[in-house]
């Protein structure tokens, strides 16, 4: 696919309908009308497989709908409710509701969120979490498409941790927001009478990218 001049994406298809997303480059785009060129490997007729046809088509691709959209100025996700299912992942628990938040656990060594991030600017990345006590002290990696962009070192209360998103890290299509954790713990190892045997490691109440 080509926008302009300009190449944007190579994939393979499948057979069934699929939908695939991506990201234009604002500096690839102009005012006024945008000519996007698709472009395959191969085509083939209907008459060419099927004896009884007399369509001599060359086909390639059937397309349902196709649309451009701005993207947001900001993004936010609010864990614990149904619409930030969406951008998750795996390494997440159920939502719940604590202290007047809506909120989640993580589960496991890793949790991952899905973010479109676009331009030539850094973005601004803030969380608001809390370590889950018997897994103090734990650190966060945090990753964005497997390149580390930094760190940060939550405590049992509620807070507000800051980081820089490189604009170098960004990809073409949807981005993959990774947080790592080098110390996990088991509820039914420290909390007498329970049978949870999740690997907490944070609770997550808000992301925010700007």
């Excluded at 973005?123 to 945090?142: K, M, T, W």
């Excluded at 954790?181 to 907490?200: I, V, W, Y």
């Amino acid at each position: 696919m080509r926008s302009l001049r300009h190449p944007l994406l190579s994939a393979k298809l499948p057979a069934e309908w699929t939908l695939r997303e991506l990201l234009v480059p604002p500096e690839h785009l102009r005012l006024g009308e945008n000519r996007l060129r698709f472009e395959y490997a191969t085509t083939i007729a209907p008459a060419a497989l099927y004896a009884e046809s007399g369509d001599h088509r060359q086909l390639a691709l059937r397309i349902r709908s196709l649309s451009l959209s701005s993207l947001p100025e900001r993004t936010v996700i609010d864990f614990g409710t149904p619409e930030a299912r969406a951008a998750m992942l795996d390494g997440w628990s159920d939502d719940e509701t604590a202290e007047g938040r809506s909120v989640l656990w993580t589960n496991g060594a890793r949790a991952r969120v899905s973010l479109w991030l676009g331009g030539s600017h850094d973005a601004q990345l803030s969380v608001d979490a809390r370590a889950y006590p018997p897994a103090l002290p734990v650190n966060v990696e945090v990753r964005l498409n497997d390149n580390v962009v930094g760190s940060f070192q939550p405590g049992a209360a509620w807070g507000t941790h800051e980081l820089t998103l490189p604009a170098r890290s960004f990809a073409d299509t949807r981005s993959i927001l990774e947080f790592r954790f080098d110390h996990t713990a088991r509820p039914s190892q420290h909390e007498p009478g329970s049978k949870d045997d999740r690997e907490l490691a944070l609770r997550f109440d808000r992301l925010l990218v700007v």
